[in-house]
């Protein structure tokens, strides 16, 4: 079994076994690292490798704005899908004016909101058990 085969049956697990608050941590850390390639693709040049980044971390963000549900949420859904939005239009104004400190600010803001649900999916993990 190839390296790669290996890890791509150890992703599909750890997706096919986490609750729900994991998930959205792994949907987080996708939309960071693909966020994370973009700058490093931009700053090496490589505009084919940066597009694609770009472009997966925008539906990892769709993905997360698909999973807000601002009704049961109350303010802080409200606030979350605001967030999301403006990440998008982040991205897309990154897409006219490539800068890479307009991606590193999103990935920072990310990284905190990432840091914010590990946690809160920690607790009622160890809390269930």
Not at 1 to 25: D, K, N, W
Not at 26 to 51: F, M, N, P, S, W
Not at 59 to 81: I, M, N, P
């Amino acid at each position: 079994m190839s390296y790669q085969h290996a890890a791509s049956a150890y992703r599909t697990r750890e997706v096919q076994t986490a609750s729900p608050g994991r998930l959205v941590v792994l949907v987080y850390d996708h939309v960071i690292a693909q966020l994370t390639r973009a700058v490093l693709a931009h700053k090496t040049g490589k505009i084919e490798e940066r597009v694609h980044a770009v472009a997966k971390a925008r539906a990892g963000l769709f993905e997360l704005l698909a999973t807000v549900d601002a009704e049961r949420g109350g303010d802080v859904g409200k606030s979350l899908k605001n967030l999301y939005g403006y990440f998008l239009s982040e991205l897309q104004e990154f897409g006219r004016r490539p800068q890479p400190d307009r991606l590193e600010r999103v990935t920072r803001m990310l990284a905190d909101l990432r840091g914010a649900f590990a946690a809160i999916s920690e607790h009622r993990h160890v809390t269930a058990a």
